[in-house]
């Protein structure tokens, strides 16, 4: 039971964790809602700052080149990261929220021209979805007139092919699924659900938010022509994000931001727009953002998510086994073994005040309905507990958990 | 040893949360509210018989978490018996203690002072008030059913 945190890199990196909350030490344990920053990336952040801070593209001055620079160096690095083919584009934004509002707002409103949704159409998306996922396909159907249908999991949470390939029609046009939903774990089959999609003519949409810092396919193995993901839930800062996907995909986006940066000519009543990724780039973005998130990309990087993923899974295990042991607890999903997320519920006691009190001890723990309502009422579950695991926690954390929420039942029984 | 929040969960909130007061319906009331935070779940209906404007009977009924659903009962207990406006101005006087505005020794909430330890924790506070939101909206307004969401980050 080694802590991955006992590799040399890692002591003191975090600065972020290095405290003391309610007079003990943080157990930080809600990953899947943000993790902490690496002092490589807020050393890279500061140094942008310091040393090339300025606006992009536009000027002609020594510090918006290296702004520039990078800017684009970030792009493909993260291009890199996430193994797109020369096939691929990535733009960056303030997160996968906005990525996937980006999508479905870009194929529902055709601007000026014909949207790519249309009455008649069909968007098929997961019942496993974040509300990130499923809100903006609800106004994209709205919108455009088309029928929005759910791909609903099995009463233990999981999704099937099968399923899938009965809900497709020759009118199905998009198809959205999560990596890894947040509220369970659950891992779908998501290659092979998005092959069928694709192949009946669909474009596929992965929700990558909670997947990017663990391991998962190249993109450019993927039959997937958008994938969202998120800065700060990959070590990274908060505000940025990134939409990748297929070149020509992109392209078929009506842009959501008009402005600056994304026109090639202007006149007093029209305007050109540029070409991929200014396109879908308008406004000043978070250079200091892009530059922390791919710096986040190349730590993971060097640690390598083989290994990441290694002491995740062995911390995941641990909680399953320590809270299943305690009466009255039901953890969700335990088959999400590939998952640094472990949810559970509690006979007689709220996630809330579960939550209050574990923070009490210094354990931060994310209670709720993790913006996953839909899918927790199919699974006959209210609100859960949900704790999430990230490079820096130790199996010693996993111990003042189960410890914690053993003590918190007494208390609240 | 105990800490601040065991202390507050085991003086009065739990004793309530596991066997609330006044729990059920009133097949002969008057005025009645729903409250919910749809973000955490919690889901309060509260429903009262008003006579000659004070609370001859009150009953709450839903799901939530030990600080709401102890709120609630020891709300019913509060102000059953009492004059509306009296009720309001307990509601008032209960939300200042909570939202930092008035000092618990100076506010005479009775009973109430056991829940004071939530101002403390800002992100439970609406769960506290939940029922209270419901009563208030019952009693406010003259509607058969009226319903009083509390927002809430995810």
Known sequence: MGDLLHNPTLPGTFPGLAQKINGAPLAYLDNAATTHMPLAVLDAMREFETTSRANIHRGVHTLSQRATDAFEQAREGLKRFVGAGPSHELVFTSGTTESLNLVAHGLSDGGTGRAYLQPGSEIVVSGLEHHANLVPWQQAARRSGATLRILRPDAQGRLHPDDLARLLTPHTMVFAVTACANATGERPPYEDLLALAREAGALTVLDAAQATSHEMPRLSTLHCDFMAFSGHKMYGPMGIGALAGQRRSLERLTPLRLGGDMVTWVTEQEAEFAGLPARLEGGTPDVAGAVGMAAAAAFIDAIGRGAIDLHLRALRAHAVAGLSALGGVTVIAPHAEQSAIVSFVADGAHPHDLGTLLDERGIAVRTGHHCAQPLLEHLGLGPTTRASFAIYNTHDDVERLVDGVARALEVLR | ?154
């Open chain 2, 1 to 154: 040893m105990s800490t601040a929040a065991e202390q507050l969960y085991q003086e009065m909130v739990v004793e309530h949360k596991r066997a609330p007061r006044h729990f059920g319906t009133l097949p002969a009331r008057t005025h009645e509210a729903r409250g919910r935070n749809p973000q955490c779940g919690d889901d309060v209906q509260v429903q009262l018989r008003l006579e000659d404007g004070r609370v001859a009977d009150i009953a709450f009924e839903g799901q939530g978490c030990a600080i709401c659903i102890a709120s609630a009962s020891m709300m019913t207990d509060a102000v059953l018996g009492r004059d509306v406006e009296a009720a309001r101005a307990l509601q008032q006087r209960f939300r200042a203690v909570l939202t930092g505005k008035a000092e618990p020794g100076d506010a005479d909430l009775g009973k109430l002072v056991s829940l004071a330890g939530v101002r403390r924790y800002p992100s439970r506070i609406k769960c506290a008030l939940l029922g209270w939101h419901a009563l208030m909206h019952a009693i406010g307004e003259h509607a058969e059913t009226a319903e009083a969401h509390t927002e809430a980050s995810s």
